[in-house]
Each structure stands twice: as C-alpha cells, then as structure tokens.
C-alpha cells in the first residue's frame, strides 16, 4: 500500500509485512548514499593548469639563480610568477557563470558542474517529466457510436469536471482546446472501482476501464477498438460504447529538436533514454524525439550500475527530476535536477533547472561552454605572459619592482576578460 492512499467509503485492515527501513524510499536514498560515496573525482581547471605552472615558475626562478650568482634574479622570476590568473581569473569567471545562471532560473550546486559540463560526451534522459510533460495527454478521440465526436467529448468533459481522478484534467483541456461548450451534469457519481458516471443532456453518461466494463459486458468487447499503447478509457452513452479515449505522457514540443542538436552543438556521441516504465511507451517517446538508445524498465539500482558504467568510459551527464532518479544523478560526471519535484533530487544534483524547460538546459550548456572558453583564455593568456615576464627577469632584464607592476597589469587584464562570462547575448539557445 502506497503512502497517501485513501481508502473510500470503506473500511480496511493492515498488515505490515516488513519495516520502514525496508520500503522502497528507504531502498533509494540508500542506493544514493552510496553513489554520492563513489562520486566521480572532479579535477578543478584551476587545479589541473597549476600541477605544472608552479614547478615550471620554480625551475626557471632556481635557474637563473644558479646561472647567474644573482639572488635578485631569483627573487623577480617569483614575483612575475605569482599565478594570479589561476587564483582570482577563474573564480571570477565561475561566478559570474553562477550568476547568469541563476537570472536565467539555473542553481549551480557546486561549481564544478560549470567546468566538466563541456567535456561530457554522453547525455542519459530519465523519461516522465524531462522529455515528456509528466501529465497524460488525450492524445485520440475514437467515435464508436452515432453520437458526434465533438458531442460525446462534451459530456464526458462535464462530467470529469467534477472528478479526481488523474486522467480527468487531460480530458477537460482537450474540450477546452477544442472550444467546446461544456453543459452541466447531474447525478455525478464516482464510486471506487465502478468509474465514473452522471446525466448530461439527458444522457446517461459512463467512464471506465475496458478491464472493468468487460468483466461486467463481455458482449460489449466486439465494439471496441483493440487495446493500444498508453492508457486509455471507455465512455458509454446509454450504456453503449460511444468512445475510446487514449492518453499518453505527451513528448515535449521541442524534445526532437533538442535531441537532434545535442550532438552536432555541444559534442555528444551518444545520447540515452533510460526509465522504469514499459518498454512500449519508452520506445514511444524514444521514437519521436529520434533516441535509439533505449533502456526501459529499470530500477533505481540498475540506473545506477547504467549510469557507472556508461561513466567508467567517457564523462556523463543525466537529467531526471524524480527521487528515484537521486542516486542515478550522484553516480554519474554531472547531474542535473529538473524541476522542483523533489528536494532529494536537489540535494544529489551539481545543478537545479527550476524552469523544467529543455531550453533552459540548452542555456546552461551553452553557458558552461562559453565558461570554459573564457576560463582558459583567462588562465592560460595570463600564465603566458607570466612566462613571457619570467624570462625577461631570468635573464636580469626586469627588476623586482617593475616586475609586480607588470604582474599587476597581466592581473588586471585577465580578469577583464573573465567579467566577459557575465555579458552574455540575450538568448543562449540554438535549436
């Protein structure tokens, strides 16, 4: 039994077979515990550019010492050395980055996501809620009796109005798109197990599953359509089947588009679908936003031994939005939270898109690339000059002095340039 259940107008007995910390919830948050424990190292740009800068500024500064006699010499080389483009260009570049990102509602968790988000190869979609809506869709009308389409989607509109159940909104907006004239129903009744049901126009009106009204009608099932992927319902009018409405979760506007310039924009290889649901409604929505890569039907555990995996051989990023997509986004190079759905999705997130649009994640690529550009134009223009200065001073052409004046200077101008990241073009999107 679900939490939040509701029992009806009926009572129940309980028997609880295991504890708490048994439950399914219990099971993720453990599965993510341990993926944040085996968390992939990330190497700071910062830190990978001074692994050689301080041996090599060293070096020279020994060198000219040792070749000279002069201890002054030594003394300038460190002084132009100082790696100051490391320690101020790159921070100032992050956080810029940071900010853009939250005026465009992206919250970078940890920084870092910014820096290794370029080097992914590989994208991993979790499917209800990223690439889809996450709310059914009535996606086909079938008329079965005499009554016209547009009459039939009336009634039932008017009497799922007044019902709770989740299929009930995707009928209503679909009267709705259509413009339809809703009338008002009386005798409204939806008792558990027997569907929906009311009086609309004088019109006996019946919702229900094909399950539940053949169980009752097997004579009934000759005029019904065969079963299709999704879910679907049974409208009755007068107690014969007058429709069959489907629904689906309905596959972004711009999935397909977004999908298609992954890789020819920000350098995939390959990109993955991967959900717990069934295999035909996964390969639906994979179908039409063009992924072949497909694994459908998967626990939160076997996401996570995916997700490992596909890391282990090239730098990931997944996006989900779902609590049992949390461990999933620990275990893989970047995780990116989408929505609001969960505050453990949050937590185990490098980055939050608030909007839950895909262009919002399209801006945030954009942005970590634009990042890393100018990051290391920053870094690594600075440390050239740096360089350049070290060899003047080696050979006794810059005193001390006029070196920290220059040292200055190549600070100063650097980041200028890392300001650039909080300049960015009013649309960062390209598909």
């Not at 080696?394 to 100063?412: H, R, S, T």
């Amino acid at each position: 039994m679900l939490s939040g259940a509701v029992n009806g107008d009926s009572a129940l007995t309980v028997r609880a077979v295991s504890r708490a910390a048994d439950s399914r919830h219990a099971k993720i948050m453990r599965v993510m515990r341990e993926s944040e424990q085996r968390r992939p190292k990330l190497r700071r740009l910062g830190d990978r550019l001074g692994a050689w800068y301080t041996p090599v500024a060293l070096a020279v500064a020994g060198l000219a010492w040792a070749a000279s006699g002069d201890p002054v010499r030594f003394l300038a080389v460190l002084v132009v050395a100082t790696p100051c483009p490391l320690l101020i260009a790159i921070p100032v570049a992050v956080i810029g980055a940071i900010s853009v990102a939250a005026r465009r509602g992206v919250v970078v968790r940890d920084p870092a996501v910014l820096e290794t988000l370029p080097t992914c190869t590989v994208a991993i979609f979790d499917k209800t809620g990223t690439l889809t809506y996450g709310r059914p869709a009535l996606v086909e009308w079938v008329p079965l009796g005499p009554h016209p389409a547009a009459d039939v989607l009336r009634w039932t509109a008017s009497l799922e109005r007044y019902s709770r159940h989740p299929l009930a909104a995707a009928v209503v907006d679909a009267a709705d798109r259509d413009r339809l004239q809703l009338p008002e129903a009386a005798e409204v009744s939806e008792r558990p197990g027997q569907g929906l049901s009311g009086l609309v126009e004088g019109r006996a009106v019946r919702v229900t599953g094909r399950p539940k009204l053949l169980a009752h009608a097997p004579e009934l099932a000759a005029g019904l359509p065969p079963a299709a992927g999704g879910l679907e319902c049974v409208v009755l009018v007068d107690e014969r089947p007058a429709a069959v409405a489907r629904f689906r979760d309905r596959p972004r506007d711009d999935g397909q588009a977004f999908v298609a310039h992954l890789g020819r924009r920000h350098g995939f290889t390959r990109v993955l679908l991967v959900s717990g649901d069934r295999e035909s409604e996964v390969r639906y929505l994979a179908d039409a936003v063009g992924i072949t890569e497909v694994h459908a039907e998967q626990s939160p555990e076997q996401k996570v031994a995916l997700v490992r995996a596909e890391t282990a051989k090239a730098a990931t990023v997944f996006v989900g939005d779902g609590i049992n997509d949390a461990p999933a986004l620990t275990a893989a190079t970047t995780g990116l939270a989408f929505g609001q759905n969960s505050d453990v999705t949050a937590e185990a997130a490098g980055a939050v898109v608030l909007d839950a649009t895909l262009k919002r994640v399209d801006e945030l690529l954009h942005l970590s690339g634009r990042l890393r550009a100018i990051a290391l134009q920053s870094a690594v223009g600075g440390m050239a000059l740096s360089v350049l200065a070290m060899g003047v001073a080696a050979f006794g052409w810059l005193p001390p002095v006029a070196g920290a004046v220059l040292q200055e200077a190549i600070d100063v101008l650097v980041v200028v340039n890392a300001l650039r990241v909080s300049f960015t073009p009013r649309s960062l999107t390209d598909y």
